[in-house]
């Protein structure tokens, strides 16, 4: 079955749904990232910008607070590492206080390539948001986190 997603092509039950809306949203922003970063990533993805990001804010930390703090699932986290380790971009080190738990640490090169992951970051901020006013960009920014923030906790 093909799947159309065209404004003409979405049934008018739809049209003024708030969900389908954001549904529609995730999946082209899900595009831009997964073209972005195929580009310009050198293999890394958007996930990884997010631990890249959460390290370099939040120091240092165990791999399951890594997970819960990023909303990434565990064992993605480990596998998301095991990427980002080879490429010096992160070590982990036994925890000297838990014997089977590892502490991760963005290193300097870690750093550096989160910088230029922001520019692909920014990148597809400015394709997304391409449509609107910067007035209208002002305000979907605050309407968007307004609603985010609403989640219960522990959503992702």
Do not use: C
């Amino acid at each position: 079955m093909t799947t159309h997603h065209g404004a003409a092509d979405t049934p008018a039950r739809l049209e003024t749904r708030a969900t389908w809306r954001v549904s529609r949203m995730h999946a082209r922003v899900s595009h831009l990232l997964g073209v972005a970063f195929g580009a310009h990533g050198n293999g890394l993805r958007s996930y990884h910008y997010r631990l890249l990001a959460a390290l370099e804010q939040w120091g240092d930390m165990s791999q399951a607070d890594l997970g819960r703090r990023t909303g990434i699932d565990r064992s993605d986290v480990t596998g998301a590492l095991g990427d980002l380790e080879p490429r010096g971009l992160v070590v982990r080190s036994p925890d000297p206080t838990h014997g089977r738990r590892k502490i991760v640490a963005i290193t300097p090169d870690g750093v550096a390539r989160l910088g230029e992951l922001d520019v692909v970051i920014d990148g597809v901020q400015e394709e997304f948001l391409a449509p609107l006013t910067p007035a209208q960009r002002r305000e979907f920014l605050d309407l968007a986190a307004r609603l985010a923030d609403s989640a219960p906790a522990g959503d992702a």
